[in-house]
């Protein structure tokens, strides 16, 4: 069956950097867009990276832009999200799915909590 499995939340102070994982099994994975949401608390998850099966275009919401950067192996069925100069506003579970700024499958992984504070 389909897995998503995310990792790498930490707490980290405003200014810091992390990197996400995001471990997938169960589909074609090569042959999917793959996009990292966030949650925060009170507010509906959101999209804030994707990248694109085949050619491995990425967009960005304006949010994050120039400061998180999505990337993919195939070969490992994985995508990262590398989070630079954080901001309190960064605090929320992240998530990732298959489909490019649109979920694929229907269900969500655990998640991974990324909590920004001084």
């Known amino acids: 069956q389909v897995q998503l499995v995310e990792s790498g939340g930490a707490l980290v102070q405003p200014g810091g950097s992390l990197r996400l994982s995001c471990a997938t099994s169960?589909?074609?994975?090569?042959?999917?867009?793959m996009t990292w949401y966030r949650q925060a608390p009170g507010k509906e998850r959101e999209p804030v990276a994707s990248?694109?099966?085949?050619?491995?275009?990425?967009h960005y919401a304006d949010s994050v832009k120039g400061r998180f950067t999505i990337s993919r192996d195939n070969a490992k069925k994985t995508v990262w999200l590398q989070m630079n100069s954080l901001k309190l506003a960064d605090t929320a579970v992240y998530y990732c799915?298959?489909?490019?700024?649109?979920?694929?499958?229907?269900?969500w992984g655990q998640g991974t909590q990324v909590t920004v504070s001084s």
């Open positions: 169960g589909f074609p994975f090569s042959a999917y867009g």
């Open positions: 799915n298959a489909g490019v700024w649109a979920p694929s499958f229907g269900f």
């Open positions: 990248i694109t099966s085949a050619t491995s275009d990425t």
